[in-house]
């Protein structure tokens, strides 16, 4: 019998432990974190002991919650409030509408075929449980791409306000700090804090980071591109100047722009599903058939003497009621506030107690994808000292006719500030604010749709803030089950907006329910 | 009318010349280089005057002149050694043979759909004559990856000789010179090079660019990747300690490794062809039908008092002869030399002077993607301090079952090394190396095939190598004609080894001919 190295470690893993585990990890070279997409379910299959889990809320969270239990054999159903499921797993095509409080309806008018993800847009290699069930349900993957050095930043207070390409703002600022190193170890300046680091080493080292000259100045260089590139015969090219640290210090790029294609989660590769993300939703739902109920609004979840019990409002009838041994909530926060329970006091305060971000995204259709043609910019994100904060080009559809640009995509404050205007306004902010990357955007885009998070009645936000003070209180309380209710979703995690959280933790509810059915079966 | 932003630029580009349009796109926030794939033929329609041009040798600098000839209705005929167009841009599937210059010949032996572009394989988005040809022939483009952060580097003399993932050795690094360079800021080492720039900002900055603690401290950080990765509920995930800046510097990863994919050519966005980079050379063939001569060997190529006249070896009979009034000659250097000409005696030293680099490039074909499936690893390429210098991952079919490999890529001398063993030897010696990244390549792949470049008899070399003094001499020389012999392909660039030098090249050659056609039509 061929015995895979991967079969090989998870039992080692079974038998003897997480320690021993990783030791013989060590030994095979694996002190990098190796995981591949698991194709495993969560419980095995058939000892679910008939027992029954009503799962509230048809997200990710809920969706792949009751995909496991009902593989396990588990009686499961789903009660979703709105017409579809997928929370804010959402993605908008010809003829959606988003229904924000507040704001008039919109409907989605790109043309067939084109999409914008409102919620949820990229996969991380890292988020092994999303990716896994993209392998299971054959959910084709093209490359998300966070990181396009062609891309742009701008700032109205560096480079006359003209935007910079992303290569010139990462490679003139390794090069300009790497000069000042250069110049500090150059003069011995550092002697003492080196100890038996060889200072030529570090010298050629810093040459090399930041692309610096023979004596250590930097003065351009080809990661920052060029004036004008090189070509055949005599166009040998003409790199561009240097901008000036003072200048690059004085923008805002570097507070966060600059590195959130290098934060864990945003690294390449990241993944999208072809077609839009809510392939996953469609698949999950594909799967648990009859088991989801769409247009059940739940108005009260009361935990009884032996299970749970909530009354929700379905299509035209209001007032059922449904019984179950479980209940998985799922609900954002924000919404479970407003439905009536018996939780204990301290699962109430907590459930009261935490901020969720205010998000906007406004997507708009271009006929002519004048970001590929006229300045060889194939997907990636563009960034801008302004409420509208980034640009976001398809990645997808690489040199065809038409596709939909995310135009902004705000958070904080700046989300407050676009979600008060109307969906109206915030297109012309949006368009304005552009064409300062794109001043085609100006007159070669319509057909706009814009989705505040924090004012979709469903959500209440974009995802969960825990404070750090929070994480040991209020996020601990949740972490445990009043009774017979369960609490899961990407708020349950340490990845808050990441689907992958919404998944972990529906996976450590359903084990954690399934541990307690089989211990009470007997 | 409308007119495109394009449009307007290259109208005040031909009207008023490239100074005034610089000062346009100046006005425009046009600092950066703005360029589309371009779809405007080289040379307009019907001005051929009847002109024939004979095109020797059928890779991609070959086969753009003459399908721009073609064009513009020019008489043009291609003479290709091989029995296949494409020269260098080959890419091998099952069925297909290499013959190198002493090894024994391979026949590949991939799985029927598998292949490995053994020639360029990537299209960075700046290189807008090869994107345009793509766009217009609508070959299907894909991501290609060079930046994976969970691609592995591997030195004996670092982690003990354990992978490391790129992530920790991009961003260890970023972190420990940030806080070299903050300790000098902050002990007030600098204030004088400083000049006006703030001290609190510059040390601010360097927090974030290094990810340092409050007090300029780095301890490693999520950029750098986790022991034990965040999840759901209490499992907050665990930082890795970061490597050791003297460990870092032992590694040969800083000398080109780490920055390979920040050099301008290989920066993201990068492209491949769906299916094989030859999709390219088939479209060209395509429409060039039987213009294009194969198995078609020049032996001699002389000026004539009017024109050209070459004599080659066809299928079968040998000597015959072909006339005409211009020729482009787009054989390797290496190649040309073997030729018998009357080029003057100072073209015939040029074409002798050039070096070629070495290459040798090994694949092999995994039935089991462990490192998507073992590891996270989706595309990129992983490096290693030993000849075989990196493994590629395929940036396609993720999560299906197969995967072709590249085992080695290796250049300079390593590649002198590889290619001096048998191609089965190649193989044991990339199995051995790849298993200090991938164990499972000691068990897990098979059906190797090889190329060395410099070996096989049509390339002589995988690229030309220009020294610096040479680009004033000895290129120079050959970027005129030699009366009507004109030179062309990827040595006549600044882009050594990229498809664009070539299309480039053939671009200013087709332009020379035809402004030269036109002047003596009269």
Known sequence: MVVSKRDFLIRI?????????????????????????????????????????LILGGGIAGLSAAYELMQAGYDCRLLEASDIVGGRCRTLRRGDAVFESGADAQICKFDKGLYMNAGPARIPSAHQAVLGYCRTFGIDLEVFINNNRSALFQDDRINDGHPVESRQVHHDTAGLISELLAKAIDGHLLDEEL???????????????????????????????????PGAFEKRGRLRRPLELKDLLSSDFWRWKMYFEEEFFQQATMFQPVGGMDAIVRAFADRLGDRIETRAAVTEIHNTENGVQATFNADG????????????????????AGVTTNLSAQHKEAVRSVAYMPVVKIGYQANRRFWEEDDAIYGGISYINHPITQIWYPCSGYHSGKGI????????????RLSAMTPK?????????????????????????????HNMPLAKGAWAVWRRDQRGNEYRTL????????????????????QEGAVLSAHEVVSSIHERAQTSKG
Chains 1, 2 share one sequence.
């Open 479 to 498: 972490s445990k089950p009043d009774r017979n209710m369960y609490f899961a979703g990407e708020h349950m995690s340490w990845l808050p907006g990441w």
């Open 425 to 453: 306004k915030r297109y012309e902010t949006a368009k304005t604010a552009g064409s300062k990357l794109h001043p085609q955007i100006g007159s070669e885009v319509g057909r706009p749709i814009s989705v505040a998070w």
């Open 195 to 229: 100890g038996d680091i060889h200072i030529d080493r570090l010298f050629a080292f810093l040459g090399r980071f930041g692309e610096l000259d023979y004596y250590g100045t930097y003065a351009g260089g080809g990661r920052s591109g060029y004036e004008s590139l």
């Open 405 to 416: 640009m995310v135009g902004a995509y705000a958070f904080h404050g700046d989300a407050v």
């Open 13 to 53: 893993g079974q038998v003897a432990g997480a320690g021993v585990l990783y030791s013989v990890m060590q030994g095979l070279g694996h002190f990098h974190v190796a995981q591949g997409a698991t194709q495993t379910p969560v419980i095995p299959k058939g000892q679910s002991g008939n027992k029954s889990v």
């Open 317 to 336: 009838s209001e007032g059922k009621v449904v019984n179950a041994d479980f209940c998985i909530c799922t609900l954002p926060l924000k919404v479970l």
